[in-house]
């Protein structure tokens, strides 16, 4: 007869090896957490967004530039090259901008910039369901 109740285990154990820093001004009990427990590329994202606003800023400008001179589409990455050289040039501590966050800022372009909800040529993307929600 087999076992009707469901099996817990008890949560994994941080193996003996590894050191696990102490909270300090350098090294935040959140940065703890994301050490333990890391972080989805959606609250990277988010993160990032929230600490660098000029970034979506910049991207929303060279749409509507784009827009405005071609009435076309252009794809999110050559809009990030631009915006990343500008960025270089312009100020003296420039955000990394991750190739990741591409689909992200698209979606969210989209659907914030009523005038660019057909700017971007879009495919699937996990970026979907967190833009979205």
């Known amino acids: 007869m087999g076992e009707t109740g469901a099996r817990y285990s008890a949560p994994p154990q941080i193996p003996s090896n590894v050191t696990v820093p102490a909270a300090t001004d350098d090294f935040s009990q959140g940065d703890l957490l994301d050490l333990l427990c890391p972080p989805s590329l959606a609250e990277k994202f988010r993160r990032f967004h929230e600490d660098n606003p000029h970034v979506y800023t910049a991207l929303v400008t060279l749409a509507r ?11 999110i990455a050559a809009l990030f090259e631009v915006a990343r050289w500008h960025m270089a040039l ?3 501590s420039t955000p990394k901008l991750n190739n990741s966050y591409r689909s992200f800022y698209a979606r969210l372009i989209m659907a914030s ?3 660019l909800a057909d700017v971007f040529e879009v495919r699937k993307s996990a970026a ?6």
């Open 113 to 115: 910039e009523p005038d």
């Open 90 to 92: 312009e100020t003296t």
């Open 65 to 75: 530039e784009w827009k405005s001179r071609t009435g076309g589409r252009v794809g």
């Open 128 to 133: 979907d369901e967190a833009v979205a929600a």
